[in-house]
């Protein structure tokens, strides 16, 4: 089955929030916990596609739960059958077809009741998104404030967020998002590694704003960070037969999600809408504290030297070596 890359994420047919029934879909998940049977820990991608990076840490990580997002209906369709035939669809790991930039926030809230825990989010991953290269599709991206936002309220303290892009300006633009100023403080960055690869061989680089952290081991946890488990894109790039740059990126949740913002949360608007030149809802990005502006707006596209992505300043450097984290031998 063929589906088209590139869709309008923002249009109203993904607007409207799915149903889902968790205690179908990830039962293991729902089952109440007890000192014999503790919490379960949960990884979410954002951005499954065909589901072979979860389907392969499912099935390496039993003790785990992993729910692929995705917002291509004929996508999810081919993802259910990879998770059927690895045996894990319905048991330890689910896809949703949805769009969580617009929906994600509801989508979560139901699995926080589901499972009864309002932190439930050990592991979250982005792993080479739609780069949105025009400006006028911009706001189409999917890792934004609000969407952090909403992560950031299910996270564990200490939960690791994996940033992964072969387009280096893609990088740019989510570090960019990560940075913005309601997120100040929530976010810690662990490492930033850029590899450029050739026939198989890979050699790290420094493309401008994008310079190396967390070192020599950081670098190289971040390239292994799920083991053997890759995308096919991830493949296709770093393999002998291909060739370019990937950027990743690990950042980790800090243990007060809410101390830059003071005691009002900041949440994603809900229900605030117009529709722009091109017939699209276009959702306001935030509401609350901060002033409503359309998504296109706050996140059109800048130059790469327009934002040299630096921590926030009450967000020190972390370890990895405590980062508990799914991997696939």
Known sequence: ?????????????????????WLDALPLAC??????????????????????????LARHNPGWDFLGLEVREPVVAIAKRRLEAAGVLGRNAAVVRCNPQLTGTELLASLREATGRRRFLSSA???HPDPCFKRRHARRRVLTPPLLAALAEHML??????????????????????????????????????????????????????APVGGAEGGQQALE????????????VAGPHGGGFISRAVLVWGEDPRAAVGAEAVSPAR???????DGAVVRMAWGGTVPCVPLAAAFSIE?????????????PLVSLREVDRPRCE
């Open 303 to 315: 130059p790469a030297t327009a934002f040299p992505w630096q921590l926030p300043a009450e967000a």
């Open 271 to 277: 229900g605030d809408s117009r529709t722009d030149a």
């Open 157 to 210: 303290p200490g939960a690791p967020l994996l940033l992964q892009t072969d387009v280096v300006d893609a990088m740019r633009a989510m570090l960019h998002a990560c940075a913005h100023r309601t997120l100040r403080g929530r976010l810690a960055l662990a490492a930033l590694v850029t590899t450029r690869y050739d026939g198989g061989r890979g050699s790290s680089v420094t493309p401008q704003g994008l």
């Open 225 to 236: 960070w799920f083991g053997a488990a890759s995308t096919p894109r991830e493949r296709a």
């Open 125 to 127: 991953a982005v792993q």
């Open 31 to 56: 089952a109440p916990a007890s000192a014999e049977a503790p919490p379960r820990p949960m990884h979410v991608d954002l951005g499954c596609a065909d589901a072979t990076v979860i389907a392969e």
């Open 1 to 21: 089955m063929r589906a088209r890359q590139h869709v309008n994420t923002l249009s109203a047919a993904f607007a409207e929030p799915p149903e889902i029934d």
